[in-house]
C-alpha cells in the first residue's frame, strides 16, 4: 500500500471519528420545530431516542432530521400525526419511507385524500403498532414523559389500522372534515423534570377552554416553558383564557409563507401580553430549545 493510500484512509477515518464525536447524543433533551415553511414538524430528542410529532407539508422534515439525528440512527421511537392534514402529514409519507418507526400515535380518523391512504398503505406494509390516544393517558420514552390532554375520547375505529382502506372511503362513515380534523387533534403535554412543552396541532378556541377545564381538575402544571402555537398562529386559536392558565416563557411559530396571515397580529400582541419570547420557524429556521430538566 502506498502512502498516498495510507493518507486516504487516514483522513477517512479521522473524519468518521470527528462525525461520531458531533452526533454522539447528550444527556440533554432537545425539542426541535423544523423549518418546513407553513405546516408543522417538531422533533424531541432524549438520548439515542427520536420522537416526530407531525412531518410537515413537503419533504423538508429530512433535511431537519439529518441535520439533528446522528447519521446512522434511522430509526425512530414514536411518530405522532396530530391530526391528517396535508401540512402536518405529507413529510410523514417521506419519514416512513426513510426511517424505522417502532409505533404511530393517531386518532383513528380517516381524511378522504390520495395522501392519507398513501400513508395509510405505509403503515400497513410495514406493520408499525398504532395506537389512538385519549385524554389523561400517559405515555413515557427514554425518560420523558407525555400527558395526553386532548381528545376526550378515542377517535374513531382502531381497525382502520389492520386493513385496506375501501375504494369508497365513505361507506365507512368516517371521513371528517377539515375543521373536524383541527377539532380533533391530539394535544400532547411533554413533561421531563421540570421542562414542560405543549403541543397542541391546530385545535380551536372551544378546544382549548375544555383542556383549561381538565387541566384545572387534572393538576396539569401552569407557566409553562414551551407552547407550540397553534394552527401556525392562526386567529381561530390561542385564546386569552388558554395563554392566562398556561403562561408560557416561550412560544414557538411553526409557520412559513401563506395567504392567511399567519401568524395574525392579535395573536401575537396576546402572546406578549403574558410574558412570551416568540420564535418563528419563517425568521430563525429551525427552532431548538435544549433542557436539562431543572430549568423551567
Known amino acids: ?24 447524543p447528550d444527556s440533554r433533551l432537545h425539542l426541535i420545530a423544523c423549518d418546513v415553511g407553513q405546516g408543522d414538524a417538531i422533533l424531541i430528542i432524549k438520548g439515542f431516542d427520536q420522537i416526530l410529532v407531525d412531518g410537515g407539508p413537503n419533504d423538508k422534515v429530512l433535511g431537519c432530521l439529518a441535520r439533528h439525528m446522528p447519521f446512522w440512527d434511522k430509526k425512530i421511537e414514536l411518530v405522532v400525526n396530530t391530526h391528517p392534514e396535508a401540512d402536518h402529514l405529507k413529510g410523514l409519507v417521506s419519514v416512513l419511507e426513510s426511517y424505522e418507526v417502532d409505533q404511530l400515535l393517531a386518532n383513528s380518523e380517516i381524511n378522504d385524500t390520495d395522501l392519507f391512504t398513501q400513508f395509510h ?17 400517559k405515555i413515557k420514552i427514554g425518560g420523558v414523559e407525555f400527558a395526553v390532554l386532548w381528545p376526550q375520547e378515542r377517535v374513531g375505529d382502531l381497525a382502520l389500522w389492520t386493513k385496506p ?10 371521513t371528517s372534515t377539515k375543521e373536524s380534523l383541527n377539532k380533533y387533534s391530539v394535544v400532547l403535554l411533554l413533561k421531563y423534570g421540570r421542562f414542560t412543552a405543549l403541543m397542541p396541532g391546530d385545535i380551536p378556541k372551544d378546544q382549548e377552554a375544555r ?5 384545572q381538575t387534572a393538576n396539569c402544571p401552569e407557566n409553562i416553558s414551551v407552547l407550540k402555537v397553534s394552527h401556525h398562529g392562526s ?17 414557538i411559530i411553526s409557520v412559513g409563507e401563506n395567504q392567511w396571515g399567519h401568524p395574525r397580529q392579535e395573536v401575537l400582541d396576546r402572546l406578549v401580553g403574558v410574558g412570551s419570547k ?11 430549545i435544549t433542557s436539562d430538566g431543572n430549568n423551567n
Open 1 to 24: 500500500m502506498n502512502n498516498k493510500n495510507i493518507l486516504i484512509i487516514i483522513v477517512l477515518f479521522l473524519a468518521t471519528a470527528i462525525s461520531f464525536v458531533i452526533f454522539w
Open 121 to 137: 398503505d405505509l403503515v400497513m406494509n410495514k406493520k408499525i403498532k398504532v395506537y389512538s390516544p385519549r385524554e389523561g393517558e
Open 165 to 174: 382502506l375501501p375504494d369508497k372511503l365513505a361507506v365507512l362513515g368516517a
Open 211 to 215: 383542556i383549561v377545564s381538565f387541566c
Open 235 to 251: 386567529a381561530t386559536s390561542t385564546s386569552q383564557g388558554f395563554l392566562d392558565y398556561f403562561k408560557p416563557k416561550e412560544a
Open 278 to 288: 416568540i420564535l418563528r420557524t419563517d425568521l430563525a429556521g429551525d427552532v431548538q
